[in-house]
């Protein structure tokens, strides 16, 4: 990535953002164009005119603050400033939630907070009593490249300047045996033991599984005992799975992230 000179920014002026990808920094040009997508929404929904202020960062951490140059039809060319101090810091935990699958757009909202919520990576896992049938390849590409857009509108929403990695969808067998953070956690409404308020700051990061809409099977939670996972639970109510996904991010982003 090119090297560009840092700016301050006023951190209360509410930036217009967008996205473009690392290789889009790489060459030594003071230019960048946005893709067809991001470029609709710059003169479409935004209505900004050559000259106007933008933002753009690249989904690793660094943001740039630009003009905008030229306007076509499918494209954007925008001329860098400088870098910039992305719009809100990371948290330090590096967070990943495993999310059973879920109907409808209930994972769709799952993806959404928890992009907001700081969580790192997610990771969609098969389970048993998930009421959700992955076709073919070609469907699991559709979904994934879904989530990804949005988590990137989450992202560019929330001020934050890392997307999260959204990966394929994984069955539960294999997650617990071959997931291998410090920490590694398994909400289950039953079956399990309060977290508590005391542990330790883990050396690593954390990894927290949340179930399906079905709830665990006695063989999941076993599974996840036999493989050295943590059993932990919300307490007596029955939360909805995308409630407590929801709930588990803050939950580790205050035991462990920036919600102190």
């Known amino acids: 990535m090119g090297s560009y000179r840092r700016l301050t920014s006023n951190p209360l002026m509410t930036r217009r953002r967008f996205y473009a990808p690392p290789s ?4 030594p040009t003071s230019c960048l164009t946005l893709d ?7 003169k479409d929904v935004l209505r900004l005119r050559a000259g ?8 690793e951490g660094k943001e740039f603050q630009c003009s905008v140059e030229k306007i076509d039809r499918d494209s954007v060319d925008l001329t860098i400033v400088g870098q910039v101090d992305p719009a809100k810091p990371e948290s330090s935990l590096q967070l990943t939630l495993a999310v059973a699958l879920l109907k409808g757009e209930k ?3 799952v993806v959404q907070k928890v992009t907001e919520l700081g969580a790192t990576r997610l990771v969609p896992v098969i389970t048993e009593r998930a009421d959700v049938r992955l076709r073919d390849d070609r469907d699991v590409t559709k979904r994934v490249t879904r989530w990804q857009r949005i988590a990137l509108e989450a992202a560019k929403q929330c001020g934050r300047g890392r997307l999260p990695e959204i990966t ?3 069955p539960l067998d294999r997650l617990l045996q071959n997931e291998k953070a410090h920490t590694r956690l398994f909400f289950s409404e ?15 990061g954390v990894i927290a599984v949340v ?11 076993q599974m996840a005992e036999d493989f050295g996972w943590s059993i932990v639970t919300f307490g007596g109510r029955t939360l ?16 462990y992230g920036d919600l102190k």
């Open 168 to 170: 394929q969808p994984v």
């Open 36 to 42: 067809a997508d991001e470029a609709r929404h710059l």
């Open 190 to 204: 039953r079956h399990g033991k309060p977290l508590g308020l005391n542990h330790p700051q883990p050396e690593e």
């Open 52 to 59: 106007d202020e933008v933002y753009v960062f690249d989904g």
């Open 24 to 27: 889009a920094f790489s060459l």
């Open 240 to 255: 909805r799975a995308e409630t407590a996904a929801i709930a588990v991010a803050v939950l580790m982003q205050h035991l």
């Open 107 to 109: 994972f769709d909202l």
């Open 211 to 221: 179930g399906s809409e079905g709830g665990w099977t006695d063989g999941e939670i």
